[in-house]
């Protein structure tokens, strides 16, 4: 099944404790995206990645680092969470970027205390 | 930055009306799609709609698009209490890289 896999699907952690948030996709897809989304703001892209290798800032980069190392793996790396960084946060992947659909993971709710 | 802006932000109508939300947005865009929500679920991908294209159906969606009024609609048919969720316009544009920026969404209740 096509599928766009995040993980965890909900994640505490206390301020300053470094995490990672892995989302993984078996579409083959060349385009991944990270966004968050809180109430009344909508879904902000974090970081993208046109391909391995490539990747660049989206609205709200600030807090977050992004690698991908492989073309199915997009994790996305808080190493000093504050919070105001909890959110919702979902990965989503498309064969390219733009003008074709997106597939969301179903989303990782964090919490920084 | 947000581009697309969905109206109105909460829909409530009774099962088998029809529901439009509408979508306006600023800059020329490549194309324009739409995805639902499921309360705190992941996007899931409802239609693409091309600059060059002025409508088109997927079962009982139907979406038009209106690039001289940089607007779009989004029109279900004979809604049923499954539809209730939130919908979000996102659109496609920039030069040489088509970012998707999305809006802040619909929420849609359909009461059985």
């Known amino acids: 099944e096509a599928q766009v896999t995040q993980n965890p699907r909900y994640l505490i952690t206390v301020t300053g404790k470094k995490l990672t948030v892995t989302c993984s996709q078996n579409?083959?897809?060349?385009?991944m995206s990270w966004y968050r989304q809180d109430p009344g703001l909508g879904l902000r892209q974090i970081y993208y990645s046109m391909n391995v290798e490539v990747t660049d800032k989206g609205d709200v980069p600030e807090g977050y680092k992004v690698s991908r190392k492989e073309k199915r793996n997009f994790p996305l790396i808080l190493e000093s969470p504050s919070p105001n960084q909890t959110s919702l946060y979902f990965c989503?992947?498309?064969?390219?970027?733009?003008?074709?659909?997106?597939?969301f993971g179903n989303g990782t709710r964090l919490t920084v205390t | 930055s947000q581009q697309g802006e969905e109206d109105p932000q909460a829909l409530s109508i009774q099962e088998g009306e029809n529901a439009t939300m509408n979508c306006s947005y600023k800059t020329s865009i490549n194309n324009l799609q739409w995805y639902r929500q499921n309360s705190g679920r992941g996007l899931v991908h409802l239609i693409l709609i091309r600059s060059n294209e002025r409508e088109k159906h997927s079962g009982r969606l139907r979406v038009t698009l209106d690039t001289s009024k940089k607007s779009s609609s989004l029109l279900i048919t004979a809604s049923r209490a499954a539809d209730t969720a939130s919908y979000f316009c996102?659109?496609?544009?920039?030069?040489?890289?088509?970012?998707?920026?999305f809006g802040k969404g619909t929420k849609l209740s359909v009461i059985p």
């Open positions: 989503a992947s498309s064969l390219t970027q733009g003008f074709s659909p997106l597939h």
């Open positions: 579409m083959n897809h060349e385009y």
């Open positions: 996102a659109t496609a544009s920039g030069a040489g890289s088509y970012q998707l920026t």
